[in-house]
């Protein structure tokens, strides 16, 4: 449980830094590798490339709206994705899967073969309690026979 927090945390963090609320010219100097490593800015990049960039056509603007871009290039120049490589931002989607993926079979493998003996039923019951439940029955042919009428 703890775990799932510090990883929700830590995923909120870097949804702070992918480029949407902050552009990454505004990022702090210390905070500008959180723009790299964060697993959101890939896919982030990626959908506003593929859905800004080959619009030229000009957005309309209604009088009681204001319109701050008159096309897709503009979009993507203000949140500095203009040069996105959209093939390289999916092998490292697919690099950080990988590496998940792999983590979770290291761990599952390291709890399951090294503690073994010692991984306890959590529900607290006993050894004697689980036999009379997952004990076969001793039922002979000739037991039956004597039950039927």
């Known amino acids: 449980v703890i775990g799932i927090g510090l990883v929700a945390g830590m995923y909120g963090f870097f ?3 992918m480029g949407f609320m902050l552009v990454p010219s ?3 100097n210390w905070l500008k590798w959180t723009y790299y490593i964060g697993i959101h800015t890939y896919g982030f990049r990626t959908f506003m490339y593929t859905e800004f960039c080959c619009e030229n056509e000009e957005y309309e603007s209604s009088e009681d709206t204001s319109n701050n871009f008159a096309n897709g290039l503009e979009v993507l120049q203000f949140y500095e994705i203009d040069d996105v490589n959209r093939g390289n ?3 490292v989607l697919f690099c950080y899967a990988l590496i998940l993926h792999g983590m979770s079979c290291i761990v599952l493998h390291f709890k399951y073969t090294m503690f073994k003996s ?3 039923d959590p529900m ?3 050894e004697k309690s689980c036999d009379l439940v997952t004990a076969p029955l001793n039922v002979t042919p000739e037991v039956a026979k004597e039950g039927e009428p």
């Open 15 to 17: 949804m702070l830094f």
């Open 26 to 28: 505004d990022f702090p």
């Open 89 to 91: 931002d999916m092998i």
């Open 118 to 120: 010692q991984i306890h």
């Open 124 to 126: 607290g019951t006993d």
